[in-house]
């Protein structure tokens, strides 16, 4: 107004084009101070900031929302047992239905509801709607508190080498891929050996992982030894002083041996060379069910596994066999496939995941 005020005495005389030219000049400059202005106020901290932020709170709607099918197979029985006035024997049939239907098992079932029932019975908690955060925390209870981190010696003298077994189509080579690319972003060096000879299209993929993400990679023969695969592929990431082997192994064979004796040979093989088995990593198609739980039984057998992968937990009603894997065999998960990117191979969060599972 100020402005204004100082132009228009002095053309009010002039004609009108000149007037419109003045207004024309006052609003360029006008408009020039608010761009600046605007660009001081945002300043490039603020703005990373606002990105991460913006980053971070996708991220965790993101795990929450892929979780849905696992979320909406327990929910609906436990809704139920909620609307009850009060806790009677219908509630803990709904609650038992929903943990088995999520997969859970019997025995990891029934330790999470023993310790409610005798809560209920010593009327510590007499409301249906009590249940639910002590049904939370006794869940949580259930998974390992130990250490999720992926192990790697820094101090080694001699490449890292990851073992990933697990049965055909669980995702091994996935993974493997996936691990590597991620691997690769922290600045170490990868090197792949395509262990499984007994697919030519796992080796083809593993190849096409290892040179988007700039890993050295090591094949054989089509059906030749898996553990000379393993043993090539470590002495060469040892001549060239690579950090870290990434070894696929095979998930079924084609001929009469047996496939846990071969993977313990690979296991026996990998510890000989100068690199050192520091992570045996077990991919187990979350579909699958309690069918994963003998998987882990076997391999753990065979390869003393140290950590699960649990893939496809995005597509899975049956997201409950994460408590069975852990409470009953001591395995901790170390890692979850929520979808097909790099990015949706995650590190597995223990209290996220229970939240997940309940609305």
């Known amino acids: 107004m100020l402005a204004l005020g100082f132009f ?13 030219i003045a207004l024309a000049v006052l609003t360029v400059v006008f408009g020039v101070g608010v761009v600046v202005v605007g660009r001081r106020r945002s300043s490039p901290a603020e703005t990373v900031e606002a990105v991460q932020t913006t980053v971070e709170t996708v991220g965790t709607t993101s795990v929450r929302e892929r979780l849905a099918k696992a979320r909406a ?13 009060s806790i009677t024997d ?3 049939d709904d609650l038992e239905e929903s943990l088995l239907r999520a997969d859970l098992g019997v025995a990891t079932t029934t330790r999470v509801l023993q310790p409610l029932r005798g809560l209920v ?7 249906p709607s009590q249940l639910v955060a002590t049904l939370k925390d006794e869940m949580r209870g259930q998974l390992d508190k130990g250490p999720r981190k992926l192990n790697f010696d820094d101090s080694l003298q001699a490449p890292n080498i990851w073992l990933v077994v697990g049965v055909n ?9 996936k691990l590597g690319a991620q691997q690769r972003k922290l600045g170490r060096s990868v090197l792949m050996a395509a262990g499984d000879t ?12 290892a040179q988007r993400s700039g890993s050295d990679f090591v094949r054989g023969a089509q059906g030749g030894d898996p553990s000379s695969v393993i043993f090539d592929g470590v002495a060469r990431a040892t001549a060239k002083k690579i950090d870290l082997v990434l070894a696929d192994t095979a998930g079924r064979l084609q001929n009469n041996s047996n496939l846990m004796e071969e993977l313990a040979k690979v296991r026996r093989v990998a510890d000989k060379g100068e690199g050192k088995v520091t992570e045996v990593l077990l991919v187990i198609d979350a579909t699958t069910g309690q069918n994963g739980l003998t998987q882990a039984v076997q391999f753990s057998e065979a390869t003393q596994v140290t950590g699960v992968v649990l893939t496809k937990l995005d597509g899975s009603s049956k997201g409950g066999i994460v408590f069975a894997i852990e409470s009953e065999l001591g395995i901790p998960i170390k890692l979850v496939g929520l979808g097909e990117t790099i990015d949706d191979l995650v590190e597995f969060d223990a209290d996220e995941f229970v939240d997940a599972l309940f609305v």
């Not at 228009?8 to 419109?20: H, K, L, S």
């Not at 019975?121 to 409301?127: L, R, V």
């Not at 007994?198 to 992982?209: C, E, H, K, M, N």
């Open 8 to 20: 228009a005495p002095r053309f009010a005389a002039e004609t009108a084009p000149t007037v419109f």
């Open 73 to 85: 197979t327990m929910s609906g029985a436990i809704a139920t047992a909620l609307t009850r006035s």
């Open 90 to 92: 219908e509630t803990w």
């Open 121 to 127: 019975a010593s009327k510590k908690i007499t409301e």
């Open 169 to 177: 189509g669980a995702g091994k080579t996935t993974t493997i891929g």
């Open 198 to 209: 007994f697919r030519a299209a796992a080796g083809d993929q593993l190849q096409t992982w």
